[in-house]
């Protein structure tokens, strides 16, 4: 099967600050990278997500990098806040149909 | 409103016993998917669906059953239960072509 891994398994940072969570994936074949957030009790829901012919993509407060010369993916928040501490999810796509995710990235936010 | 919905969203049953656990989204959406999560283990893809009648195997399809009858519908079939099947389980949808999956609330599976 696929290998999605990240760099670290938690993260702590102070309100206010920017995160960056880290994503190494092992397809170079994958053709979409997408990033879920997972609150605690509830189901991933979808932040934000590249295509393999880009190396960045921006949204609300998040932007997303892609190298795929080292096959690794990150995701930055801005001005990170409370409402964001949560795990975070990269997952790959390496055929139409289906989804490989990494194990997680804790995210605490610390008032 | 726009949801998928799961049930039951916990359950404990024993060894052996057949169970189904049901998926519906109301999007009209093409894709459907079940994934299974696991402590230091992530989501992992057990089948998928990209239409009524048609259903793939993802990474872990072994002792997981599905149908899509209906284009709503995506139910997880266990026809015998083992404890290694005990996890949280989530079903997904979007539409075809499109990744952004909405997922369901999740349901917790306990196989004594």
């Known amino acids: 099967g696929e290998s999605v891994g990240l760099h670290l398994p938690t993260l702590s940072v102070q309100e206010g600050d920017n995160s960056i969570i880290n994503c190494a994936y092992s397809?170079?074949?994958?053709?979409?990278f997408i990033w879920y957030k997972q609150e605690s009790g509830k189901g991933p829901q979808f932040i934000i997500d590249?295509?393999?012919?880009?190396d960045k993509r921006q949204g609300q407060r998040v932007t997303v990098l892609l190298n795929k010369t080292v096959k690794h993916l990150s995701l930055q928040i801005a001005a990170t806040q409370p409402g964001d501490s949560a795990v975070y999810f990269c997952?790959?796509?390496?055929?139409?149909?289906?989804?490989?995710f990494g194990t997680g990235t804790s995210l605490t936010v610390i008032p | 409103e726009a949801q998928v919905t799961q049930n039951p969203r916990y359950l404990i049953t024993v060894t052996g016993k057949k169970l189904t656990v049901t998926c519906s989204q109301n999007?009209?959406?093409?894709?459907m998917s079940w994934y299974r999560q696991d402590p230091g283990l992530g989501l992992r893809q057990i089948y998928y669906?990209?239409?009524?009648?048609?259903?793939d195997k993802g990474d872990v399809p072994e002792g997981y059953k599905v149908s899509r009858k209906e284009k709503r519908n995506f139910p997880l079939i266990l026809e015998s239960p083992s404890p290694n099947q005990t996890s949280l389980y989530f079903c997904?949808?979007?539409?075809?072509?499109?990744?952004?999956?909405?997922f369901g609330p999740g349901t917790r599976l306990t196989v004594t």
């Open positions: 997904a949808s979007s539409y075809a072509g499109d990744y952004e999956q909405y």
């Open positions: 397809n170079s074949a994958s053709d979409y």
């Open positions: 590249i295509r393999s012919n880009m």
């Open positions: 997952a790959e796509n390496p055929t139409g149909n289906q989804f490989y």
């Open positions: 999007m009209n959406h093409e894709y």
């Open positions: 669906s990209m239409n009524v009648e048609v259903t």
